[in-house]
């Protein structure tokens, strides 16, 4: 008989801020439940942390990608190593937007758990798929259709990348990743879809947010603790301290050199 789950939304009151959680499955898998609430509908969708977020082993694999990946390369076998007359037809292609789209849904939703690996996972998988259409796709249109979602998932994967770092203290490197990102961002070919420049618009004023987000979060360096006193102590006319403090930060310098 099919089951109510008013007790499961009871339990779990809907709060934009703390949505999304981790439980374990009964098959011993990890998942993600995303709580919601859209006015009338109330509900709670469920996902895999890992694999295919629907749990689905398409022809024995764990995605779809790399069924097609392997019949590529089995391709590649027969045909002395090249990959000349692969090609994936309109369905294949639909099975694997399909595929794409799921992930996607995956990593909006683990970035709001901070869980940057699995972000970073995901959208470098979705990259690769990205790629793999363009190249072997038998129509234009199948090959060009993602190509308007660059710059989205390249600032989705550089945000995750940064914060990971920075998580870690490696601070310059969080603040070179979201540089390199936008340069990358600023350097892709145009595509001819209103997509692409609303999300390049969008995901360069992002990346400059994070940046600046970035900046105000990281602690001081020493040397910029002695510059911010150095100002305070000139602005309040303490010049003993201040040239005191000129041959502390001269000295700090210097032995950085």
Not at 66 to 84: F, I, P, S, V, W
Not at 112 to 141: C, P, W
Not at 179 to 185: D, G, V, Y
Not at 213 to 219: A, C, D, G, Y
Request: hydrophobic letters at 40%; proline letters at 3%; aromatic letters at 10%.
């Amino acid at each position: 008989m099919p089951q109510d789950i008013d007790p499961l939304l009871r339990e779990w009151e809907y709060d934009p801020q703390a949505n999304v959680r981790r439980i374990w499955g009964e098959d011993g898998a990890q998942k993600l439940q995303v709580r919601v609430d859209q006015g009338a509908f109330q509900g709670i969708m469920q996902l895999n942390l890992d694999g295919r977020p629907d749990g689905k082993r398409p022809f024995g694999f764990e995605f779809l990608l790399d069924y097609y990946r392997d019949a590529l390369e089995k391709h590649r076998l027969r045909h002395g190593g090249q990959h000349t007359g692969f090609m994936l037809d309109h369905h294949a292609c639909q099975e694997l937007f399909d595929e794409s789209s799921r992930v996607y849904g995956r990593y909006i939703f683990l970035l709001q758990l901070k869980d940057y690996s699995r972000v970073i996972r995901d959208t470098e998988r979705n990259m690769g798929l990205f790629r793999f259409i363009h190249a072997h796709a038998q129509t234009e249109e199948d090959r060009n259709n993602l190509e308007r979602w660059w710059p989205y998932i390249l600032r989705i994967n550089a945000t995750a990348r940064a914060l990971k770092v920075f998580q870690e203290k490696d601070y310059a490197a969080a603040l070179e990743i979201v540089a390199t990102a936008r340069l990358q961002i600023e350097q892709l070919p145009e595509v001819e879809a209103e997509e692409f420049f609303v999300e390049r618009d969008r995901s360069l004023q992002a990346l400059d947010e994070l940046a600046e987000e970035l900046k105000r979060s990281r602690p001081l360096s020493q040397a910029e603790v002695l510059e911010h006193e150095l100002q305070e102590a000139v602005a309040r006319e303490e010049f003993e301290r201040a040239a005191t403090l000129r041959d502390q930060l001269r000295q700090l310098r210097a032995a950085g050199e």
